[in-house]
């Protein structure tokens, strides 16, 4: 194992010694940051959703933004916004940064506001950039959105546009932890209260970079792409399975930024498996995370109980494996 590798599994190991029971999410939010990509994560209160990012930021030593998204907060609360300012005697319009000048940016129950402070993010989200008054500002080089959300069926929620779910490079679905990991939870809950949980790992954050280099560096077979594009094509064209429901439960498909980011994702897998190269195995591990969110089911599916997630396994089972 390599140094970067070395140093990108004691981040992993330390963020998850802060959160027990949900390993597949501390492994998504890693395969982000190595992508660069965003995270929307779903769940229940109390499924360590806040409690992961700031693990996270806590080992990386990085500065994290937290903005607790309500109805009646302002896209300027989120961005930042010019104020007067009186600078050597002079008044002037000097730009004060909002939350998202973070390395990590945590949008807690981001679908608490409307649409109009969601899109706000956007820009950030797509371009790692923003514009306020006419002007743009980079964000910082080391950026990710962690955004967070209570389940849509509850009440006082509006559900994020589709522009800005596509936006997300992965989706998490978050549930509450068995009865072992409860008590493992309990226990560690304790050991911070009496400062007994010793020393925490630091992993330099130009490690993020170097993994990133490494990433693009895992070659993916003309086969495994074409298995990729087949999985994405399955979301447009259902009806070409005439033996399945799946014409029956999509409304509408996935975006080619869905292929693009089913790829990064992939080869970030790889990568993670110890591996210079993708294989099947590495795409169906995150497919199910990259698409969950960019599917549309149709009224039928819906009412039925389908889920996106079986969906997905249904494709799974209909496209051929190279």
Known sequence: MNQTRQSISQLTSQVESSVIGQKHMVETLIIALLTNGNVLLEGLPGTAKTRSIKALAEALTVDLGRVQFTPDLLPSDVTGTEVYQEIDGKPCLTFQQGPVFNNLLLADEINRSPAKVQAALLEAMEERQITVAGKTYKLPELFMVLATQNPVEQEGTYPLPEAQMDRFLMKINLDYPDAESEAQII????????????????????????????????????????????????????????????????????????????????????????????????????????????????????????????????????????
Not at 219 to 244: E, N
Not at 249 to 263: F, K
């Open 187 to 322: 226990k560690l809950v304790r050991g911070e209260e009496m400062a007994s949980n010793g020393e925490q790992i630091k992993v330099d954050p130009q490690v993020i970079f170097a993994a990133r280099d490494e990433v693009r560096q895992v070659h993916c077979s003309d086969a495994v792409l074409d298995y990729m594009v087949s999985i994405i094509i399955a979301t447009r064209q259902p009806q070409q399975y005439v033996d399945s429901p799946l014409a029956n439960w999509l409304a509408v498909g996935s975006s080619p930024r869905a292929s693009i980011a089913l790829d990064k994702s992939a080869r970030a897998m790889a990568w993670l498996n110890g591996k210079d190269f993708v294989d099947p195995d590495d795409v169906r591990q995150i497919v199910h995370a990259v698409l969950r969110h960019r599917l549309v089911l149709s009224y039928d599916a819906l009412a039925d109980g389908i889920t996106a997630d079986m969906v997905i396994d249904e494709i799974l089972k209909q496209v051929a494996v190279v």
